[in-house]
């Protein structure tokens, strides 16, 4: 219990040091900031995840590792489609939804589609192929903010993005599942779910940072960092993924209802 409070104080903490420090005047208060919520928060966090999460030992830790650095990876740039896309190329907020709309249904449709592969591919081979196509639609949305590119190219890089998130997501629960020794399948859950909001808090904070440092000069330039550090923390996942467990979802003893509950969004 008092380390949930101390992550979640020093997650806090964290991001309102990154809130403050693209402010003039206020960098080093917005550091200093920074550098207390990680004194605070990660050693809690550590006692609250399987040992080994932080370094990615193979197993159930880099798989709960994995989900964190997924959802940074799409959400840290899923939060910033809908500014690139109207503030940058002055789009209808009605274009911005395409694409994220589209991504959802992109992800559903992932989703369906690994509940099927899991009978046969590797569930780390799934959030692979799952990875590279977020980072090829991250990809994408990078060149949409140069002014010669159609719109319409990113809200199809996004919408492909989310397949690969749909692909990607399921599998890190199911896997979750199998690795957990008897008995510690809550435990194993509560660590997946941390990692799960952790990833996504932070990502969209980093951008956020990288956001708000450049909205008075150069907004693009903002943007395309924000899509940078995700696409960057996505190949970390990357090589996070060859520590997966091997084997098929298949043969996890995973149920058809399991396979699809996890699939999100």
């Given amino acids: 219990m008092i380390d949930g409070v101390r992550t979640a104080a020093g997650a806090t903490i964290f991001l ?3 809130t403050l420090a693209p402010g003039s005047g206020t960098v080093l208060a917005g550091l200093a900031l920074v550098l207390v919520g990680v004194a605070i928060g990660l050693p809690a966090l550590r006692r609250l995840v399987p040992p080994g999460t932080l370094t990615a030992r193979p197993g159930l830790p880099a798989t709960i590792l994995s989900r964190g650095l997924l959802t940074f990876t799409f959400f840290g740039t899923d939060a910033y489609v809908t500014l690139a896309i ?6 209808t907020p009605v274009a911005a939804s395409i694409a994220v709309t589209g991504a959802t249904l ?6 369906w589609a690994q509940a099927r592969l899991s009978q046969t591919w590797a569930g780390r081979r799934l959030v692979r192929c799952g990875l590279i196509i977020v980072l090829a639609g991250i990809a994408g949305m990078v060149l949409v903010l140069r002014p010669g590119v ?3 190219e990113g809200l199809a890089a996004w919408t492909v993005a989310g397949l690969g998130m749909g692909l990607a997501y399921a599998p890190t629960s199911l896997m979750m599942l ?4 008897p008995g510690q399948e809550g435990q194993a859950s509560a660590s997946l779910n941390l990692a799960d909001v952790l990833g996504t808090a932070i990502g969209i904070g980093v951008g956020g ?3 708000a440092a450049a909205a008075g000069s150069n907004l693009r330039l903002g943007i395309a960092a924000a899509f940078a550090v995700a696409a960057a923390v996505g190949v970390v996942a990357l090589v996070v993924a060859r520590r997966l467990p091997a084997g098929t979802l298949g043969g996890s003893g995973a149920s058809q209802s399991q396979l699809t509950e996890a699939a999100g969004p």
């Fill in 106 to 111: 992109a992800w559903t449709a992932g989703a």
């Fill in 16 to 18: 309102a040091g990154l």
């Fill in 178 to 181: 199998q690795e957990a020794a």
């Fill in 209 to 211: 940072a990288a956001v």
């Fill in 86 to 91: 109207t503030a940058v190329r002055h789009r």
């Fill in 150 to 152: 159609p719109v319409a």
